[in-house]
């Protein structure tokens, strides 16, 4: 009986021995896995940085 693990994405299963995109069950399910992660790091920074920007453009509109 061959050794396989659930894939993470599609929740397949996939072979462990042999498989170079363990632990996912191909190279499709790898790079969605891939994609997904970098989307969440680039959102982090840019969610932190809007609100003072929106501050000081508050500010401008007073003064007028
Ligand atoms: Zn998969």
Not at 25 to 30: I, L
Request: net charge negative; aromatic share 6%.
């Amino acid at each position: 009986m061959p050794l396989t693990v659930k894939c993470p994405i599609c929740h397949r299963e996939a072979l462990w021995e042999n498989n170079p995109h363990r632990p996912f069950c191909s190279n499709r399910c790898q790079l969605i896995d891939l994609g997904a992660w970098t989307e969440e790091r680039y959102k982090i920074p840019s969610d932190d940085l809007d609100p003072l920007v929106n501050d000081s453009d508050d500010d401008d509109d007073d003064a007028r």
